[in-house]
């Protein structure tokens, strides 16, 4: 289990960004012997969660849904213990609650799409657009 900890969510309007960032246990990215593949996933009110992006653990490998391709970005800081999701052009679609998750994988970040995946969440951040 990895400690993970969300921040960046708000109340924005349509075509605005905002960026999320993930926080996780320095042991997470700095071991030698860790290897956590990063995703951040949502939640809308009454749908199931569903992927948005995906990292490797390298950084190299990442997945992007359809309905955000070209619009967000995932990136990953090893030295900082940090991911963040960087939202382009929002829409009311976008609203959601939006989780990180780990999992310890040196899978492709294209096989890793699944919230069944990921073993370990963090509490979600509440991320509004309005139109």
């Known amino acids: 289990q990895v400690l993970l900890v969300e921040s960046g969510g708000g109340l924005v309007q349509a075509g605005d960004s905002l960026r999320l960032s993930c926080a996780a246990s320095?042991?997470?990215?700095?071991?030698?012997?860790?290897?956590?593949?990063m995703a951040w996933f949502r939640q809308a009110p009454g749908k199931e969660r569903e992927v948005v992006a995906v990292?490797?653990?390298?950084?190299?490998?990442?997945y992007y849904a359809d309905s955000v391709k070209g619009r967000f970005t995932i990136s990953r800081d090893n030295a900082a213990s940090t991911v963040d999701l960087q939202m382009n052009s929002l829409t009311p679609d976008d609203t959601a609650v939006y989780y990180c998750?780990?999992?310890?994988?040196?899978?492709?970040?294209?096989?890793?799409?699944?919230?069944?995946?990921?073993?370990?969440w963090g509490q979600g951040t509440q991320v509004t657009v309005s139109s």
């Open positions: 320095k042991d997470t990215f700095t071991s030698y012997t860790s290897t956590y593949t």
């Open positions: 990292i490797n653990w390298t950084g190299g490998s990442t």
């Open positions: 998750a780990a999992d310890k994988s040196r899978t492709p970040a294209y096989l890793m799409t699944t919230a069944a995946a990921f073993g370990s």
